[in-house]
Structure formats: structure tokens, C-alpha cells
Antibody, heavy 121, light 113 residues
Framework: DVQLLQSGGGLLQPGGSLRLSCAVS????????MSWVRQAPGEGLEWVSG????????YYADSVKGRFTISRDNAKNTLFLQMNSLRADDTAIYYC??????????????WGQGTLVTVSS | DIVMTQSPDSLAVSLGERATINCKSS????????????LAWYQHKPGQPPKLLFY???TRESGVPDRFSASGSGTDFTLTISSLLAEDVAVYYC?????????FGQGTRVEIK
């Protein structure tokens, strides 16, 4: 069975940093792109960042470009999101998601359980 | 970025009745070279991650009940639940993957009347 197990998250002050992790199993990790998608309180879904299966190509939403960094360790079947210079409007549930494609972010067929990131002073 | 607009924002339907959700993209998501619409639908229940229902506009994901159907092309798409069950209460999202960034509609909340 495909599983995506997230860790990280918590309460941080504005300007702080945090790294989210997503450990996967049940599929050949390095052949699929992965993404992070978030949902702010009371809001809809927002794609945040994506990375190709090889890790060579990364993609970011304008709202996080220059502050967040997506990466993956294909040897350890783990996806990461390094979040720096956090702002109050980054407060959200963050989901990792497996793509059905190998390269650029497309459509997401498996999702992690979600992890809450709260940015507040 | 392609803007996805869903209608209505919410709807209340009696058990066993039909629910219809519309989704409109600000530009066509039909790729002419392969004649595929780069459009997906998701179901999102409280406390759970989203679930992929359809991709390529109307290709049903494995395990999705056939009371769910999807249609449309170009800029206009529809998700239909033919006979609503209590377990279908959720927020439904359309999402385009024609261009990066992938973008979601604002969501349509389906409730029981």
C-alpha cells in the first residue's frame, strides 16, 4: 500500500524556520514527482511547491518563492520542505502529495495526513 | 496563472438526489496535441487529506463509486453525484494542471438538505 507519513509542524514566531518531512513507501519514489499543498484556516487548497522524481527540477508558488525550498532524498524515500522567513499567512495545514507524473506538478493521487504549521507571535 | 472558478460555493441536496458542481477555467485547459483536458477533481472531507476522484477531466480514479461522474472540455467542466449519500458530504475541488502553478477552484461544499 502507498503511504505518506508526515512529520514536523508546530507553532513558530514570524520570521522563524521549520522543516517538514514526508516519508513514503509502497511505490518507486524516484519515478514520481512530489508536491506540497496547503490549506489555510477556512480557505481552499493551494499548491505550494513541487519537485521532479529525479530532484533536478523544482517549482514554487510565487507566495513562497525565495523563502521555501523543496528537496528529496531518493535513497531514503523522503520529501522535505524547508520553510524560512515564515509569516502569519503561512499558517496552514500542509500536505505532501504524490504526483501521477514524473516531472512537473500535475495531479495528486496520494496524500499525506497533513501537518499543522502555525505562525504567530 | 489560470484561475479556476467553481459554482455554487455550497449546495444542500436531499439524500438520493443529484448534486451538480460546475468549474470554469480562465483559459482553456485542453491540450490540442493530445486532445486531453488537464483537469482533475478532488473530494475533501474534514480531518482527512483530499482524495483524487477524476483526472483528464473524466477518467475515474480506481475505487471511486460510479455515482460520481465528470464531464466537460475546454473551459467548462462538471462534477455530478447522481444519488447523494451521507458519506458524500465534503468539499469538492477542481484543479487544472495544464500549466504551472497547478491551481484549484475555491471549493464547493456539499451538504445534506
Amino acid at each position: 500500500d502507498v503511504q505518506l507519513l508526515q512529520s514536523g509542524g508546530g507553532l513558530l514566531q514570524p520570521g522563524g524556520s521549520l522543516r517538514l518531512s514526508c516519508a513514503v513507501s509502497g511505490f518507486t519514489f524516484n519515478t514520481y514527482a512530489m508536491s506540497w499543498v496547503r490549506q489555510a484556516p477556512g480557505e481552499g487548497l493551494e499548491w505550494v511547491s513541487g519537485i521532479s522524481g529525479s530532484g533536478d527540477n523544482t517549482y514554487y508558488a510565487d507566495s513562497v518563492k525565495g523563502r521555501f525550498t523543496i528537496s528529496r532524498d531518493n535513497a531514503k524515500n523522503t520529501l522535505f520542505l524547508q520553510m524560512n522567513s515564515l509569516r502569519a499567512d503561512d499558517t496552514a495545514i500542509y500536505y505532501c502529495a504524490k504526483d501521477q507524473s514524473a516531472d512537473d506538478p500535475r495531479r495528486f493521487d496520494y496524500w499525506g495526513q497533513g501537518t499543522l504549521v502555525t505562525v504567530s507571535s | 496563472d489560470i484561475v479556476m472558478t467553481q459554482s455554487p460555493d455550497s449546495l444542500a441536496v436531499s439524500l438520493g438526489e443529484r448534486a451538480t458542481i460546475n468549474c470554469k477555467s480562465s483559459q482553456s485547459v485542453l491540450y490540442n496535441s493530445n486532445k486531453k483536458n488537464y483537469l482533475a477533481w478532488y473530494q475533501h472531507k474534514p480531518g482527512q487529506p483530499p482524495k483524487l476522484l477524476f483526472y483528464w477531466a473524466f477518467t475515474r480514479e480506481s475505487g471511486v463509486p460510479d455515482r460520481f461522474s465528470a464531464s466537460g472540455s475546454g473551459t467548462d467542466f462538471t462534477l455530478t453525484i447522481s444519488s447523494l449519500l451521507a458519506e458524500d458530504v465534503a468539499v469538492y475541488y477542481c484543479q487544472q494542471y495544464y500549466s504551472t502553478p497547478p491551481t484549484f477552484g475555491q471549493g464547493t461544499r456539499v451538504e445534506i438538505k
